[in-house]
Each structure stands twice: as structure tokens, then as C-alpha cells.
């Protein structure tokens, strides 16, 4: 276990190296990170409170054929920013991104949380890609009671 408790609910863990590249590679592929250039960079976001079904494809071929449907979701417009979450829309979708996670290294990550906390057993819920380019407001929230916030 590498991590700090730095809140009473809230630790800081040390992400593996091949985390973060093997995530580049699959948004890049799937055209995931296309769509953000879309969405927050060339000024075409959806509406604030909208969402949109998009179906993503590997483009490379290096990955399992097939397309996953995600959903593109913006929070509404107290939020004061062109921020998007992209998520996984079905359970094709949702097991194809835990098998990139894995392929990181997340795997790891997990072990070591349960490992910590005497858990048999973790679930990853509500997986996905976050991309903001402006926000003249921060609203902050907190889905975490006593995280620090």
C-alpha cells in the first residue's frame, strides 16, 4: 500500500505508470478524444443539461471488434463550464473500458485498496472520460461525505 489518508474519507494512491498511456491509446482509437476536440476545443458542445448517445468503434484494430455505445453527457448550466463526461451506455461498452483499465495496470490499484480496507470484493462504478477546456465558475461537489472538501 503506497497510499496517504489526506481527509477522515479520502486517500491519495499512486496510479501505475501504464495506466495513464493505455487510457491515451483507447480514447485515441476509439475516437473518444476526436469527440472532446469537438466538444470543448472547436466550440461545438451540446446545450448545458444535454446528452447524446454516441457508438464508438476500434479504429486500429487493436482492440476487440465491435462498437460500444457510450453516452455523452454536460451538466447543467450553474455549472458555468463546456465540461462533458463521457460513459459507457451498456454493459458491452462498460466491460470493453474495464478490460482497458486492466490492461493499465488498474488491476493493482484495486488489489491494494482491498487489500488495505479487508475487502473481498470492489466494483468500478460509473467509469468515465472527463474533458474541460473552460469554466468561469467552479462548482465544486462532493459525492463523498467528510472527503476534505
Not at 5 to 25: G, M, S
Request: hydrophobic share 35%; proline share 5%.
Amino acid at each position: 500500500w503506497d497510499g496517504n489518508q489526506i481527509a477522515e474519507n479520502a486517500f491519495h494512491i499512486d496510479l501505475p505508470p501504464t495506466l495513464l498511456p493505455e487510457l491515451r491509446a483507447y480514447a485515441d482509437r476509439m475516437g473518444i478524444t476526436d469527440l472532446y476536440r469537438d466538444l470543448v476545443i472547436d466550440g461545438r458542445p451540446l446545450p448545458p443539461g444535454g446528452e447524446r448517445a454516441f457508438e464508438f468503434s476500434d479504429r486500429d484494430g487493436k482492440g476487440d471488434e465491435g462498437s460500444y455505445n457510450w453516452m455523452v453527457q454536460r451538466p447543467k448550466g450553474h455549472w458555468k463550464s463546456n465540461m462533458h463526461w463521457t460513459s459507457p451506455a451498456d454493459e458491452t461498452a462498460h466491460d470493453d473500458y474495464l478490460k482497458v483499465l486492466s490492461a493499465g495496470g488498474f488491476d493493482s490499484v484495486l488489489e491494494a485498496l482491498g487489500t488495505y480496507f479487508g475487502l473481498e470484493g470492489l466494483s468500478a462504478y460509473h467509469l468515465s472520460f472527463i474533458g474541460v477546456s473552460h469554466c468561469e465558475k467552479g462548482f465544486i461537489h462532493a459525492d463523498v461525505n467528510n472527503s476534505g472538501r
